[in-house]
């Protein structure tokens, strides 16, 4: 069984930046391709950027050239630097781990980001 654990989320003003983490536990951290999602109020759940167990990177066209997703595998955490930040940014944004054989899937608790003009 995977733990996430979030963390990092805020109140900041637009054009701000934030830094989002996430640590795992209770598994093999490099056989998991992590993610960020985010669900803002009254919207599903969207996939923001993930990052395989060899550091690949893929994102949203809504965050492309302000976000950076990365992993730090000694720590066992995958962050999210978020730059530029708008006010569609605001949502709760989830930490999503899936297992290589694309079996398990594990989901945080979410941490809530919002921005404001």
């Known amino acids: 069984q995977v733990q996430l654990v979030e963390s990092g989320g805020g109140l900041v003003q637009a054009g701000g930046s934030l830094r989002l983490s996430c640590e795992a536990s209770g598994g093999i951290f490099a056989m998991y391709v992590m993610g960020w999602y985010r669900q803002a109020p009254g919207k599903q759940r969207e996939l923001v950027a993930r990052i395989t167990d060899g550091g690949g990177a893929s994102y949203a066209d809504s965050v492309k050239g302000r976000f950076t997703i990365s992993r730090d595998h000694a720590k066992h955490t995958v962050y999210l630097q978020m730059n530029s930040l708008e006010a569609d940014d605001t949502a709760i944004y989830y930490c999503?781990?899936?297992?290589?054989?694309?079996?398990?899937?594990?989901w945080g608790q979410g941490t809530q980001v919002t921005v404001v003009s």
């Open positions: 999503h781990a899936e297992h290589l054989s694309r079996v398990r899937e594990y």
